[in-house]
């Protein structure tokens, strides 16, 4: 069975800094996406960011960027000139590769951020 | 509407009785999925949906939990006998297509408290 976690339940950061959130996982597949999902106060989970398990290069999308590690089973998300708005809580997501159909998101519990004037 | 809609936002219900959350997902969607998610905690799956065929329910937590999507747009997750432990918020998400790894569009979730 696969695992995801995330050590740090609570994070904040100062507005326009950076600031990266952890998250490792267990799996014995070799072929998985790995997804980090933001969800605000008003509770509508949002995607952030995508990445291929068979992809080296490391995912991007505007100020937010993985450090992919797939040797030490790590994926951790880099938030770049921190936003009043990024503040919510984030969540490091695992789906296997199934053939011919979806797979199911796998979460871990998350990381609380919050972001300072 | 644009996005995937689910309703009622909010539920009360009282120990014993059945209840029934809607969801409708983003038009077009193949996969629909539902997940469970306790206070402070991630969602869990439930189930998933591909078209109106349920591929997998493995993660429905007892027999009272039902969900159908009969013309494989609609999805009705139906919960009989209620108990206090199935207080929780219920997400409905869905995405295009069937092929593996593609992102799931979540619903606002329906709140629902057991008394």
């Known amino acids: 069975a696969q695992t995801v976690t995330q050590s740090q339940p609570e994070m904040s950061v100062q507005e326009a800094e950076t600031v990266t959130l952890s998250c490792t996982y267990d799996?014995?597949?070799?072929?998985?996406?790995l997804f980090w999902y933001k969800q605000p106060p008003s509770r509508q989970m949002i995607l952030v960011i995508r990445?291929?398990?068979?992809?080296?290069q490391n995912a991007t999308e505007n100020r937010f960027s993985v450090n992919f590690q797939k040797a030490a089973k790590s994926f951790s998300l880099k938030i770049s000139d921190s936003q009043l708005g990024d503040t919510a809580m984030y969540f490091c997501?695992?789906?296997?590769?199934?053939?011919?159909?979806?797979?199911?998101?796998?979460f871990g519990k998350g990381t609380k951020l919050s972001v300072k004037p | 509407g644009a996005g995937v809609s689910q309703s009622p936002r909010y539920k009360v219900a009282k120990r014993g009785q059945d209840v029934a959350l809607r969801c409708d997902p983003i038009?077009?969607?193949?996969?629909l999925f539902w997940y469970q998610q306790a206070l402070g905690q991630g969602p869990e799956f439930l189930t998933y949906?591909?078209?109106?065929?349920?591929?997998?329910k493995s993660g429905l937590p007892s027999d009272r939990f039902f969900a159908e999507r009969p013309e494989g747009s609609v999805s009705t997750l139906k919960i009989q006998r209620t108990q206090q432990e199935d207080s929780a918020v219920y997400l409905c998400?869905?995405?295009?297509?069937?092929?593996?790894?593609?992102?799931?569009?979540f619903g606002d979730g329906t709140r629902l408290s057991i008394l």
């Open positions: 998400a869905s995405s295009l297509g069937s092929g593996s790894g593609q992102p799931q569009h």
């Open positions: 799996t014995s597949e070799n072929n998985y996406y």
């Open positions: 990445q291929e398990a068979y992809k080296q």
């Open positions: 997501a695992f789906m296997k590769r199934v053939g011919g159909s979806q797979g199911n998101l796998i």
């Open positions: 038009s077009g969607h193949v996969s």
């Open positions: 949906f591909q078209n109106e065929a349920q591929l997998d």
